[in-house]
């Protein structure tokens, strides 16, 4: 099985970057994806790393390591609409997806 | 129009009901899963399924069954609620050439008293 770790919390002003780690421990898997859910909603895809290194898109960026077992989202010129849980989660060779259990981003004016 | 729907959006039932919810998409998906979230938790894999012959057990499906009925129609059934199946479901498909990112439905709260 698969097994991610990523903080609970995370409280930044407007303007900020936030970055949210993620550690995994898994036998092999085909990607590290990062999705964004806010309070009630469906969550939504932010960003695949199939690969090591980085992955821009916008104001967000994500990162891959797979000899460190980790990886991060990094959410640049933070703005109130960002405020939201992120989680990461590993695509595994046999396609049954892990979920950490979530970051939730706080983020005051 | 939303690419993956889920019905009903709220239901309230009583313990040892039999509940189906189901879930449509138009996105031409073949593969389609069903995700429990509990308040504070990420989603666990309850039932997935690649094809219409193909069903698989997820990480938690003890107590649900699923049914895969057409490419676009994926139901979860809980043959006798329990309260602990009070949570948020959640329906996705997903595209395997695109990292198998996931799409998901707007979510069903079931609440079981």
């Known amino acids: 099985g698969q097994s991610l770790e990523q903080p609970s919390e995370v409280t930044a002003v407007e303007g900020a970057i936030v970055q949210i780690n993620c550690t995994y421990q898994?036998?092999?898997?085909?990607?590290l994806s990062w999705y964004q859910q806010h309070d009630g909603g469906a969550p939504t895809f932010l960003s695949y790393?199939?690969?090591?290194g980085l992955e821009e898109t916008g104001r967000f960026s994500s990162f891959l390591s797979r000899s460190d077992s980790y990886g991060y989202l990094l959410l640049q010129e933070l703005q109130m609409k960002d405020s939201a849980s992120y989680f990461c989660?590993?695509?595994?060779?046999?396609?049954?997806?892990?979920f950490g259990a979530g970051t939730t981003v706080t983020v005051r004016a | 129009d939303a690419d993956v729907t889920q019905t009903p959006r709220n239901r309230i039932t009583k313990t040892g009901k039999r509940i189906m919810l189901e879930c449509s998409q138009t996105?031409?998906?073949?593969?389609m899963y069903w995700y429990r979230q509990d308040p504070g938790l990420g989603l666990q894999l309850i039932y997935y399924?690649?094809?219409?012959?193909?069903?698989n057990k997820g990480e938690i499906s003890d107590g649900y069954s699923v049914s895969r009925q057409a490419q676009a129609k994926f139901s979860l059934s809980l043959e006798s609620a329990i309260p602990n199946q009070t949570a948020l479901y959640f329906c996705?498909?997903?595209?395997?050439?695109?990292?198998?990112?996931?799409?998901f439905g707007p979510g069903t709260r079931l609440t079981v008293l």
């Open positions: 996705a498909t997903s595209d395997p050439y695109k990292g198998d990112t996931q799409y």
């Open positions: 898994t036998s092999g898997f085909y990607g």
């Open positions: 790393n199939a690969l090591d």
């Open positions: 989660a590993v695509t595994p060779h046999d396609y049954k997806l892990s």
């Open positions: 996105k031409g998906h073949d593969r």
């Open positions: 399924s690649f094809d219409v012959k193909d069903i």
